[in-house]
């Protein structure tokens, strides 16, 4: 009993989720007007950028435009990836958003043009809409007849140890404010409303097809039945009409999981292994020709998502002619891609360009370049990320933290708030104060003091590569 209590326990913890590097991105911080405000939804500054990006956000909302693509161009650690969280974050559930790092495509079992095709159609929603049979009323009353024990002499009721719910049969009486019926209940919908622990005066759905059991919340008319309920309590006015009504119901899924699912008999459970294989084109073909079909019926509708690529400078010339000819197609998702390179060689080719993206694809590109951050900046994001991480820290230590972002790089800076509370521990003490700071500062070296040992003790590592030293290595190795 004791192993079983311990068990139980466990269970009710409550689940602990890992700080990431944006895990303080609510959005993109813009107001009505999409105009920028300063530092919102854990967006600081990159004011224009911002705007921008708002302005591709109303663009990915309507849905309309297919195929239009946008390029975040910056220094490393401008905020490219926090601006493409923060559409992501603002987008919501209901429109896909699938992100990728470019290095991925050449690790993976697929082919490159495989890869992408995937990552194309996992942007790419299908809203498919049914009308279902449903029963919507209020609980008068539920009577379970439970089976009487073949054994159980002077009419015992009590239910034999085989006996399940299957065995069990029922009435369930429902009420609308025109009309009231008596339903008979079978074992497995005995078990539905059991399990969503249903009762007189619960306002309930009943889907007739699936026998799903919804409940919606507590009549209002039976408000007064107890003196105190729970805080989820939820009432609900008695539905009017008929019991018996037909419902839209939406399911949102994406053309890559339709693709899955019928590529082979047992695809619904590639889905979550993640081991979808190579589709065939003429899987593709077919899914496509039926939703087109849905769409004229209206039973389905297009939601263009958006497919992130990160890295984007790690694609060959081929990828970066596949994405040329697949952004042409009527059912492409708003491409955001992101770099931090220059001029630089396109992979696969002796050429050089901008972004290390060749010019044809440069021109079908929306391009958005990030500022390097202020120092007042600086100070507000890491007073978002002691927030999130939650660390507590005095103000003296914050100014010689946002000092060292300033002067090395503000990555850097964030990664010493966890070091520096933990060295705050070691200590015993609860704010983290300059001394903290500067222990971790001493720990940890950034770029350029590691640059700059590296300099000073290069003779001390092998293959250095130092000009001035090529000839000494030369006489060593004859």
Not at 156 to 183: F, H, I, N, Q, W
Not at 373 to 382: A, G, M, P, Q, S
């Amino acid at each position: 009993m004791a192993e079983l209590k311990r068990l139980s326990e466990s269970r009710d913890l409550t689940r602990i989720e890992r700080i990431g590097a944006h895990s303080h991105i609510r959005g993109l911080g813009l107001d009505a007007s999409l105009e920028a405000r300063d530092a919102s939804e854990g967006m600081v500054g990159q004011l224009p950028a911002r705007r921008a990006a708002g302005l591709i956000l109303q663009l990915i909302r309507q849905g309309k435009i297919a195929g239009r693509a946008v390029l975040l161009a910056g220094q490393p650690g401008t905020g490219k990836t926090a601006l493409a969280m923060g559409i992501a974050k603002s987008l919501g559930a209901e429109t896909p958003f699938a992100s990728v790092a470019a290095s991925e495509l050449f690790s993976l079992d697929l082919s490159k043009t495989e890869a992408l095709t995937q990552a194309f159609r996992r942007s790419i929603g299908v809203r498919i809409k049914e009308e279902a049979e449903i029963i919507e009323g209020e609980v008068v009353e539920i009577s379970i007849d439970r089976p009487i024990s073949a054994s159980g002499a002077g009419g015992s009721s009590a239910t034999p140890s085989g006996v399940t719910a299957a065995g069990k049969t029922g009435r369930l009486t429902l009420k609308t404010t025109d009309m009231e019926t008596v339903y008979e209940l079978g074992g497995k919908m005995i078990e539905a409303l059991g399990k969503e622990k249903v009762q007189s005066g619960d306002v309930v759905a009943l889907d007739k097809a699936s026998g799903k059991v919804t409940k919606l919340g507590r009549s209002i008319g039976r408000s007064r039945d107890y003196d105190a309920v729970g805080p989820h309590t939820k009432f609900v006015k008695c539905p009017d009409g008929e019991l018996q009504k037909r419902k839209e119901v939406v399911h949102c899924v994406t053309l890559h999981e339709i693709d899955v699912i019928n590529s082979r008999t047992q695809g619904f459970l590639a889905l979550f292994t993640g081991d979808t294989g190579e589709i065939r084109a003429e899987v593709r073909e077919q899914i496509d020709t039926k939703v087109a079909e849905w769409r004229e019926e209206g039973k389905a509708e297009i939601v263009p998502g958006v497919l992130f690529i990160d890295e984007v400078h790690m694609l060959d010339i081929e990828c970066f002619s596949f994405l040329n000819r697949a952004l042409e197609n009527d059912m492409a998702p708003i491409l955001v891609i992101a770099t931090n390179r220059g001029i630089t060689s396109i992979r696969g080719t002796n050429y050089r360009s901008p972004h290390g993206i060749p010019p044809d694809f440069l021109d079908r590109l929306l391009i958005i370049t990030t500022q390097p951050y202020t120092e007042d900046d600086i100070r507000k994001i890491l007073d978002i990320r002691c927030d999130e991480e939650d660390v507590d820290m005095s103000a003296d230590a914050k100014v010689l933290l946002t000092k060292i972002g300033v002067e090395t790089s503000l990555r850097y800076a964030i990664h010493l708030i966890t070091s520096a509370a933990l060295a705050c521990q070691k200590r015993k003490g609860k704010v983290v104060e300059m001394e903290d700071i500067s222990r971790v500062y001493q720990l940890f070296l950034d770029v350029k003091r590691s640059t700059q040992y590296l300099m000073e003790y290069q003779n001390q590592y092998m293959f250095n590569e130092v000009p001035g030293e090529a000839d000494g290595d030369d006489a060593m190795q004859s």
